[in-house]
């Protein structure tokens, strides 16, 4: 599969930050849904186990962008909080 050639990334690390993301988003869709940006834009959302609506919001979004393919949504998300506990031996 060959995918179009981005000219331009932009990445949001977010954590329960769902009313947020959904004000860039449609902000975002507003300004650059166009052919003038045409495979142009991607948008690299990086989810550290969000509880919120994070995930939601994305999906909503994805499937919004995805009937024109003018700009292109990733979506990684982590599935739970990892923790590291170090024991120290006496």
């Given at each position: ?80 909080l990892k923790k590291f506990i170090r024991i120290k031996k006496?």
């Amino acid at each position: 599969m060959s995918y179009p050639k981005i000219n331009f990334s932009i990445v949001m690390p977010i954590y329960n930050g769902a009313s947020d993301l959904e004000k860039n988003l449609k902000l975002f869709v507003a300004s650059c849904n166009t052919k003038k940006f045409k495979n142009f834009f991607e948008f690299v959302i990086t989810d550290n186990a969000s509880t919120d609506k994070t995930k939601e919001i994305v999906y909503k979004y994805k499937k919004i962008l995805s009937k024109n393919n003018f700009i292109h949504i990733n979506y990684f998300r982590r599935n739970r909080l990892k923790k590291f506990i170090r024991i120290k031996k006496f």
